[in-house]
């Protein structure tokens, strides 16, 4: 059983910068891929970006690709994923997400993860 726990989230002009965490409880969290969504008002929840166990491999949805950052500590048992550049569509409702018991992480579908946090909430306003 894997529960995770973002933070982090907040309202923040257009251009500025944000970081979220998410919190990993289980010893499965060093050896899981682990990933980003967010799900904006109306819309599907959709892939931002995910990372390997080792953290030695990443991959990006292209709308984020050279302004959002994954990372994760596997010390701390925390993802992270820091944004910036941030633009109004950016707007949305984060979630973390793992996929315990399997190795790949570039992933994009919903039902290819198997654990997901509550969620936090990123506003930009521009």
């Known amino acids: 059983q894997v529960q995770l726990v973002e933070s982090g989230g907040g309202l923040v002009q257009a251009g500025g910068s944000l970081r979220l965490s998410c919190a990993a409880s289980g010893r499965t969290f060093s050896r899981s891929p682990m990933g980003w969504f967010r799900q904006a008002p109306g819309k599907e929840r959709e892939f931002v970006a995910s990372i390997s166990w080792s953290g030695g491999s990443t991959y990006y949805t292209d709308s984020v690709k050279g302004r959002f950052t994954i990372s994760r500590d596997n010390a701390k048992n925390t993802v992270y994923l820091q944004m910036n550049s941030l633009k109004p569509e950016d707007t949305a409702v984060y979630y973390c997400?793992?996929?315990?018991?399997?190795?790949?992480?570039?992933?994009?579908?919903?039902?290819?993860?198997?654990?997901w946090g509550q969620g936090t909430q990123v506003t930009v306003s521009s």
């Open positions: 997400a793992a996929r315990t018991g399997y190795s790949g992480y570039a992933y994009t579908r919903r039902d290819d993860w198997n654990y």
